[in-house]
Antibody, heavy 113, light 113 residues
Framework: EVQLLESGGGLVQPGGSLRLSCAASGFTFRNSWMHWVRQAPGEGLVWVSHINTDGSSTSYADSVKGRFTISKDNAKNTLYLQMNSLRAEDTAVYYC??????WGRGTLVTVSS | DVVMTQSPLSLPVTLGQPASISCRSSQSLVHSDGNTYLTWFQQRPGQSPRRLIYKVSNRDSGVPDRFSGSGSGTDFTLKISRVEAEDVGVYYCMQGTQWPPWTFGQGTKVEIK
């Protein structure tokens, strides 16, 4: 069974940083494309970032480009999202996904002073 | 970017009756490989989204056969043949043909009358 468990969310001040982690199990992580998708409170789904199997290719939504960095450690079966220069509008539940067919439960990031 | 437009945004339905959600893309979703990467997700209240249908009409494992997807080019439809109480939630379409970014529709809220 595919399992994705996000962690690292919390309350951070504007301009601050957080690193989200997603522990993966139940599938061959090193062979999987992974994504982060976020959902602001009461809002819809927004794609944030993707990474390919070996981490050699990544992409980002314009709203986070230059501030967020996605990475994956295939030895640890873990996906990361380093978030810098956080803004109030980054407040959302962040979901880790395996190629859109499996979703984690999400971790809440709140950016507020 | 490909814009995904869903209608209606709210859909009150009587139990046992059919429901239909439309999703239109601003550009054709036919990929150069011949596939059409249009996906439907369901998000029940308080839960993570889950994939229902991929490549327009392919149901995921465990998805009841009352759910069906159809369409081509820029026009797509999700149909529920007979709505059950467990179908309450928000439904999203998403395109994965022209990326980045992967883009979602605004979501359609299905509720019981």
């Amino acid at each position: 069974e595919v399992q994705l468990l996000e962690s690292g969310g919390g309350l951070v001040q504007p301009g601050g940083s957080l690193r989200l982690s997603c522990a993966a199990s139940g599938f061959t992580f090193r062979n999987s494309w992974m994504h982060w998708v976020r959902q602001a409170p009461g809002e819809g789904l927004v794609w944030v970032s993707h990474i390919n199997t070996d981490g050699s290719s990544t992409s980002y939504a314009d709203s986070v480009k230059g501030r967020f960095t996605i990475s994956k450690d295939n030895a640890k079966n873990t996906l990361y999202l380093q978030m810098n220069s956080l803004r109030a509008e980054d407040t959302a539940v962040y979901y880790c996904l395996r190629n859109f067919d499996s979703w984690g439960r999400g971790t809440l990031v709140t950016v507020s002073s | 970017d490909v814009v995904m437009t869903q209608s209606p945004l709210s859909l009150p339905v009587t139990l046992g009756q059919p429901a239909s959600i439309s999703c239109r893309s601003s550009q054709s979703l036919v990929h150069s490989d011949g596939n059409t990467y249009l996906t439907w997700f369901q998000q029940r209240p308080g839960q993570s989204p889950r994939r229902l249908i991929y490549k327009v009409s392919n149901r995921d494992s465990g998805v009841p056969d009352r759910f069906s997807g159809s369409g081509s080019g820029t026009d797509f439809t999700l149909k529920i043949s007979r709505v059950e109480a467990e179908d309450v939630g928000v439904y999203y379409c998403m395109q994965g043909t022209q990326w980045p970014p992967w883009t979602f529709g605004q979501g359609t809220k299905v509720e019981i009358k």
